[in-house]
C-alpha cells in the first residue's frame, strides 16, 4: 500500500560523477554538493509531511538538453537525496528506509530534475510508475 507523494521539480541536473573522481580539488565538489542539496533542502522542507517518511519510493529523472550517452551510476543522487533527508521528507537515504530508481531522457527545452518520493506504508515495495 501506498501513501503520500510528493514530486519536486529544478531546473538543471547535476554534474556527473565522473567530473569530480580522480579529482583533487575537493572544494569545487563540496560547494556544487552544498548547491544541490541546499536547493533540494529548502524544495523539501516547503513540501515535508508532519513525519518524514519511514520507508519511500524514490524516482529521480533526469532530463538532458541532448541525446548523449550518460551512465546512470554517475548520477546515482547523492547531492539529491541528501537533500530529502535534511529537508524531513525521508527518515534517511539508506537501503533500509529507501528504494531508489534513477532514469534519464532527451528533453528539447531546458535540463530538468524531477524527484517522486512516495510512502510505502507496508512491506512491498512496488515500483513508481
Partial sequence: M????IRLVFVGVPPSMN???GRTNVQVYRAVKADWTDRVT???RARRPKRPFERA??????QFQDNR?????????KFILDGLTKGGIIRDDSFK????TV?????????ETTITIREVLNDE???IR
Avoid at 528506509?97 to 531508489?100: D, R
Fill in 2 to 5: 501506498i501513501g503520500q507523494h
Fill in 19 to 21: 567530473q569530480f573522481n
Fill in 42 to 44: 529548502w524544495q523539501a
Fill in 57 to 62: 519510493e524514490v524516482l529521480i529523472e533526469y
Fill in 69 to 77: 550517452r550518460r551512465d546512470p551510476d554517475n548520477y546515482s543522487g
Fill in 97 to 100: 528506509h529507501i528504494s531508489l
Fill in 103 to 111: 532514469r534519464a531522457k532527451p528533453n528539447p527545452g531546458p535540463a
Fill in 125 to 127: 515495495r512496488p515500483e
